[in-house]
């Protein structure tokens, strides 16, 4: 039987796990004991999967479903779950993100949208940062007339820690092109806020 050896990923998941043994020892704990001991490896394996969006092409996963097509009416897709980290704490933020463009001869997936929402939200993020990188991401893979995000989020290192406001959310919005015009945003932010 040939031997595997690791891969680069399983070098990532150990090294990692040495390290939250030593945070946990910081913290005044005894990783050894019993509830404790996988949990190294736990936390490790769940970091990978947290930032696995730093290993995806999100203008790959775009261009991997395009279609020629005519239409070139606001496309609207709302309330994309997603859940991020903040860079500076380390801890989550969540919310939903909302995307509109204007086709320009091609359109994407529906699902892809979500796709590269996944990838990016998957990375060590701000959320100003993450809103304009899905908005050029589509502008980029899609070339459309026009391209609009608004993310809606709370910050866990808001709410669990240094002024601990509870309910804040904090939305965000970066357009593109046609979404200049005050009109056309306006259309898109009639949808989202209708009710
Ligand atoms: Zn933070």
Redesign the pocket.
Known sequence: MKEASATPRQEQQEALATHYADILRLLGEDPAREGLVKTPVRVARAWQELTRGYDEDPIAILRSALFKESYHNMVVVRDIEFYSL?E??L?PFFGKVHIAYIPNGEITGLSKLARIVDTFSHRLQVQERMTQEIAHCIQEALNPMGVMVVVEAR?L?MQMRGVAKQNAYTTTMHHIGAFEHAETRQEFLAQLYRD
């Open positions: 903040c500076h704490h801890l910050h290192c």
